[in-house]
C-alpha cells in the first residue's frame, strides 16, 4: 500500500465504471460509496480489491444491476424479500433500511433476503443500524469454503455476521466470518507477501500453517474456535436458508461462481427501554474494557469497531490507500 487517493477520486472513478456496465445514475453512486467507505476504513478486501471482480459479475450476467428486491412474504415483524441477483450492496443496504422501519414500528425487525449476491463488507450495515440507534444483527450464507470440523472437503460456507449496538461517542460494531481469516483477507496478506499474525488455515500436508498461500491453495481454512466455529457456520446457514425462504449453502455450491446468497438482516429499537440506560451501559461496558492491562508494553485494548473509526478518520486526512496495480486497472476502465 504505497499509493493513497482522495476518497471523492475514488469515489468518482467507482461510478465512471459502473455507469459504464449497465447502472443507473443514483444506484451507480450508492453502490460505489459502499466499495470506496470499506477501502476507507482499512477494509480494502471488500472494497478496491474487490472491484474488478464486481465489474466482470455485472458484465457476465451474474449480478443485474437494475434488479432490486421485491416483498415476497409479511409476517408482521418478520419478512421476506427477494434480490433478483441485484447487486449484493445495493441489496444489503436496502434490506437494512427495512429492518430499521420494521423496528421502528414494531420494536424489532427482521428482514430475510434470498436470491442476492455478495455484500462486500457485512459492517456497513451494521454502522448504518446503529448510528441510527438501533441493535443490529446480520449474516449472510455463502458457497462451501469451510470444511466441517474433522473433515478435509468444504462443505460448510465461511457465513459472516455482523452484531452492531449503538452509543452516542460511537457504535460498537463486531464483523466476523466463521473462518479465522476471510477470504479476501488472505488475498490481502498474499498480496503483501506477510504471513498471517495467527494460524488462519492448513497447508496440503495437513500441517496448521500462517502462509496465507499455502491456505488458498488447500481450500483449507480454520473455523474460529475450531469445531465452535464449525457447527455455528451450520447454524447460521440454515436460519438464513429458513428465515428468507432461499437456498443453503449445499444449493448455493452447486453453481459456479457464487451467486444467490440468502441473508438475514435483524434490528432492534432499543431505546423503548430507555434511552439513558443504553447510553450508559454501552459507555460502562467500553470503558471497562479499555481499562484491562495491555499483554506487551505497547499494547492497547481495542472494543469492536473502535480501528474503523481511526481508519476512516486517516483516509479523509490523508487520502485511501491503494493497491497501485490494482487502481491502475479501475482506473483504466478495467
Known sequence: MSQRIPLETMLDVFVRNLLNVGFESDRARRCASIFAENSAVGVCSHGLNRFPEFIDFVRRG???????????????????WNG????????ACDATIRANE??????????GLQQTNHWMRGGY??????????????????????PPWG????????????????????????????????????????????????AGGYD???????DPGAILSSNRVLPIGCWKGAGLA?????????????????RIGQRDPEYGVSQVFIAVDVTRAGT???????????????????????GDVRYPGQRIREMHRESLEKGVPVDPAIWEQVVSGL
Open 62 to 80: 451474474i449480478v443485474n444491476p437494475a434488479a432490486e428486491m421485491v416483498s415476497t412474504a409479511r409476517f408482521g415483524a418478520w419478512e421476506q
Open 84 to 91: 433478483g441477483l441485484g447487486p449484493g450492496p445495493l441489496n
Open 102 to 111: 420494521l423496528a421502528r414500528r414494531h420494536g424489532i425487525g427482521c428482514v
Open 125 to 146: 450495515y451494521g454502522w448504518m443500524a446503529a448510528e441510527e440507534g438501533l441493535a443490529f444483527m446480520a449474516w449472510t450464507n455463502t458457497k462451501p469454503n469451510m
Open 151 to 198: 473433515a478435509t472437503d468444504c462443505h460448510l460456507g465461511n457465513n459472516p455476521l455482523v452484531l452492531a449496538v449503538p452509543r452516542p461517542s460511537g457504535p460498537v460494531v463486531l464483523d466476523m466470518a466463521m473462518s479465522q481469516f476471510s477470504f479476501g483477507r488472505l488475498e490481502t496478506y498474499l498480496r503483501e507477501g506477510k504471513p498471517l499474525p495467527v
Open 204 to 210: 496440503a500436508d495437513g500441517g496448521v500453517t500462517t
Open 234 to 250: 451450520m447454524l447460521l446457514d440454515s436460519l438464513a436458508a429458513l428465515v428468507s425462504g432461499g437456498d443453503t449453502t449445499c
Open 276 to 298: 439513558s440506560r443504553v447510553d450508559g451501559l454501552m459507555d460502562e461496558l467500553v470503558a471497562d474494557l479499555r481499562a484491562s492491562r495491555p499483554d506487551g508494553e505497547n
